[in-house]
């Protein structure tokens, strides 16, 4: 079982904002990333050390965090956002870990 | 630009083994980490486990801890993933993918993936 709660599912409209979490206990003393997968698709990066953007990823993917829980917010959520995202980050002792994955439908 | 290639599609018997490719180019493989990580059929990701190829060190999460080898080979730019005694829990999708050294290390890029079905 993952050690990264996300929800398991957000549906937001064309150009709405969509916002998923992620949770962990260690999270105040680890980085979260972010990966976007499209079906069929491996994993791209689209945000690292919560925050950080590579380049060629679009503006409206964005990260931040509080606390616990880090959070990937898309805004004007396009049509071709429609994927599965998933947060990760390293447990207590430093294993690399996923959430579980979000699906993002765009209505 | 950094391009992982992985090798094709398998299919395998339960018992036997399989070996999965990873070819890294445009960048310095000497450099890097190279990580596997599996996907389940409409499953998450699942870390696998990692080598830094100019040392052979090796890391293995405790689920693929004694069934799974990862090796490397400097003069080629190929990471290798073998994974033994396969059962049919086995028939997923396996990426290798460029591990950043981080605080929190990360994954980028990934290979295309590397289907492996094991079935009687």
């Known amino acids: 079982s993952s050690e990264l709660t996300q929800p398991p599912s957000v549906s937001v409209s064309p150009g709405q904002t969509a916002r998923i979490t992620c949770s962990a206990d260690?999270?105040?003393?680890?980085?979260g990333h972010w990966y976007q997968q499209r079906p069929g698709q491996a994993p791209i990066l689209i945000i690292y050390?919560?925050?950080e953007r590579p380049s060629g990823i679009p503006e409206r993917f964005s990260g931040s965090t509080s606390g616990t829980t880090v959070t990937l917010t898309i805004s004007g959520v396009q049509a071709e956002d429609e994927a599965d995202y998933y947060c990760?980050?390293?447990?207590?002792?430093?294993?690399?870990?996923f959430g579980g994955g979000t699906k993002l439908t765009v209505l | 630009q950094v391009h992982l290639v992985q090798s094709g599609a398998e299919v395998k018997k339960p018992g036997s083994s399989v070996k999965v490719s990873c070819k890294a180019s445009?960048?310095?493989?000497?450099?890097?980490?190279i990580s596997w990580v599996r996907q389940a059929p409409g499953q998450g990701l699942e870390w696998m486990g990692g080598?830094?190829?100019?040392?052979?060190?090796?890391v293995y999460t405790q689920k693929f801890q004694g069934r799974v080898t990862i090796t490397a080979d400097e003069y080629t730019n190929t990471a290798y993933m073998e994974v033994r005694s396969l059962r049919s829990e086995d028939t997923a999708v396996y990426y290798c993918?460029?591990?950043?050294?981080?605080?929190?290390?990360?994954?980028?890029?990934w290979g295309q993936g590397t289907l492996v079905t094991v079935s009687s």
């Open positions: 993918a460029r591990e950043l050294v981080g605080a929190t290390n990360w994954f980028d890029p």
């Open positions: 445009g960048g310095s493989f000497s450099s890097f980490i």
């Open positions: 080598i830094i190829p100019t040392s052979g060190t090796t």
């Open positions: 260690a999270l105040p003393r680890q980085y």
């Open positions: 050390k919560d925050t």
């Open positions: 990760q980050s390293a447990d207590s002792s430093g294993t690399l870990v």
